[in-house]
């Protein structure tokens, strides 16, 4: 079964740091790239970050360039988001995400999430 786990949110004054982690299991997580999501309040959710199943390769969204870090240990199993200059609209629920493929298609498996709270 696969299980993604989040950790590290809480609240944080603006301009500090969070460090979130995702512990996964139940598949390989060495062969799959993996994905940070955030939703805010009444808003969608969206991709923040991306990170190539090696780690060689990371994409971020616009709002968070030069200042996320997204990074994995493949021998821990575990994916994590450095978090640093927060912001007030940096608050969200953060999600760990993997999209694995199977014999019957690919399907996204989401952890249950960790708050983010920013304030001014």
């Known amino acids: 079964e696969v299980q993604l786990v989040e950790s590290g949110g809480g609240l944080v004054q603006a301009g500090g740091y969070l460090r979130l982690s995702c512990a996964a299991s139940?598949?390989?997580?060495?062969?799959?790239?993996m994905n940070w999501y955030r939703q805010a309040p009444e808003k969608q959710r969206e991709l923040v970050a991306h990170?190539?199943?090696?780690?060689?390769?990371?994409n971020y969204a616009d709002s968070v360039k030069g200042r996320f870090t997204i990074s994995r240990d493949n021998a821990k199993n575990t994916m994590y988001l450095l978090m640093n200059s927060l912001k007030p609209e940096d608050t969200a629920v953060y999600y760990c995400?993997?999209?694995?493929?199977?014999?019957?298609?690919?399907?996204?498996?989401w952890g249950q999430g960790t708050q983010v709270t920013v304030s001014s």
């Open positions: 139940g598949f390989t997580f060495s062969s799959y790239d």
């Open positions: 995400n993997a999209k694995i493929s199977s014999w019957s298609g690919t399907w996204d498996y």
């Open positions: 990170i190539t199943s090696g780690g060689d390769t990371t």
